[in-house]
């Protein structure tokens, strides 16, 4: 087998550009000793290049064409330069310098790369860590809307059993979230080591559920987010006790705001 | 890459357009970029199946002749074949996303296919369409994934579960049935 018949099939593909990286090495080291295959394989470009042809259709759009007239008249090109040859010349003593004082401005200028790709990290993890603070407070408020919008989100609105000076108490919940949102107005304040406490009242008849302790602003005012301790669980309405500041397991009565839907 | 190969006989009005455009003159390469544009298109347009990409591709491969015309050498190939290999090469790197693999310089492409004006494209078009049409289903196959996806003959013979020396053969004797049809 001689050498041109090992490699035909392989130069067919490497023309198609279809090798892999060592058999490409392997044959780039028999074409440099071997005219007959470099020929042969400028003509298996040729015919990669007519296979090429198949593809050929609708020219590129008129959008292109003036793209790329604006782009060549943005970019006058200088006239090549020619190359002289070169015999011969005597070198100034200096010029001996020259290779030091290059590889020292290029030393400078990598320190300067370096410090300004640093400068970016920086910027950029600061950017990422923004990006991720974003993200989660987009989160939250998708949560809330919905809980306060969400097909299955119910409201109830909750009165004084006693009505001073016309306290009322708005909550929304979603089951399917096991959150809910309160707000509340005019409510009366409380002992320093007291709270409210809010108590989701299951639809099964169950033991009134704790849903969140609270203190009203001074002007009596105040919004609660809360999640539940599980999801799903279905609410005929809430109730309201005051109880000690970190809340109670029962509530205490009497109950001062109450509310089913 | 940079090899040597055979002369070939010069087309003279490819190296006068060749020769202006190295002069800097913009009229000579819109009047290139209007000869062969569809040509780069259509190739670039099936590798990536993407107008938008496509017309990068476009942009990119005739910028680089404009920047460096030296590039293509008119001694050593047609420049409308060597603009179909340039434009195929550059959308398979923008399909894996690599930089330009291959230096364009130099690369020497013999095929005797007219295609230096319009008509004469066309023709060869639909003759290149005819001959693939009555190659076997598999040996077209085998030159596309090569040419058209840039698959390694290793990954075709994977994807068709043909041995790795019928996938070779078959991607030669399809580019030398190419050359038979227009001998």
């Known amino acids: ?261 | 890459m940079r090899l040597s190969g055979n002369p070939m006989p010069k087309n003279e009005d490819e190296a006068i357009l060749i020769d202006r455009i190295q002069a800097g003159d913009e009229a000579a390469m819109t009047e290139m970029y209007d000869r062969y544009s569809g040509i780069v298109y259509g190739v670039a347009l099936r590798v990536l199946g993407n107008t938008t990409a496509a017309e990068d591709v476009v942009q990119e491969v005739f910028l680089r002749l404009w920047r460096n015309p030296q590039s293509f050498d008119a001694n050593r190939g047609r420049l409308a074949a060597w603009l179909a290999v340039i434009a195929r090469n550059r959308a398979i790197d923008h399909l894996r996303r690599r930089p330009p693999e291959e230096d364009i310089q130099g690369m020497p492409i013999s095929t005797g296919v007219n295609l230096e004006n319009e008509a004469a494209q066309r023709l060869a078009v639909e003759k290149i369409r005819a001959v693939l049409s009555e190659l076997p289903q598999d040996q077209r196959r085998a030159l596309e994934m090569a040419f058209f996806e840039g698959m390694t003959h290793t990954e075709i013979a994977a994807k068709s579960g043909e041995p790795l020396g019928t996938v070779k053969t078959r991607i030669r004797t399809g580019l030398l049935a190419i050359r038979k049809a227009f001998a």
């Open chain 1, 1 to 261: 087998m001689t050498d041109h018949t090992q490699y035909a099939d392989m130069l067919a593909l490497y023309a198609l550009g279809s090798v892999d990286a060592a058999e490409a090495a392997e044959l780039e080291a028999h074409l440099r000793t071997c005219p007959e295959c470099r020929q042969e394989l400028a003509a298996l470009r040729g015919d990669a290049a007519v296979l090429a042809l198949s593809a050929v259709g609708p020219a590129p759009p008129q959008g292109a064409r003036q793209r790329f007239v604006a782009a060549i008249a943005n970019e006058p090109r200088k006239a090549p330069v020619r190359q002289k040859m070169v015999i011969g010349v005597l070198r100034p003593r200096w010029l001996t310098f020259v290779p030091i004082a290059v590889s020292l401005a290029l030393a400078i200028f990598s320190l300067m790369l370096w410090r300004t790709v640093s400068r970016l990290q920086t910027k950029l993890e600061q950017a990422q860590a923004q990006l991720m603070d974003t993200n989660e407070k987009l989160r939250q408020a998708q949560e809330l809307v919905a809980v306060l919008h969400g097909p299955d989100s119910k409201d109830f609105t909750l009165v004084a059993a006693q009505q001073l000076r016309a306290p009322h108490v708005k909550t929304f919940y979603s089951p399917k979230v096991g959150r809910l949102v309160l707000v509340a107005g005019n409510l009366e304040s409380l002992p320093p080591n007291k709270a409210y406490e809010l108590w989701l009242l299951p639809a099964n008849g169950g033991a009134p559920m704790p849903a969140g302790t609270f203190k009203p602003n001074p002007k009596g005012d105040v919004m609660m987010d809360h999640s539940m301790s599980a999801a799903g669980i279905e609410a005929k309405g809430f109730a309201i006790t005051v109880e000690p500041e970190a809340g109670s397991d029962v509530p205490t009565l009497p109950i001062r705001f109450v509310g089913t839907g």
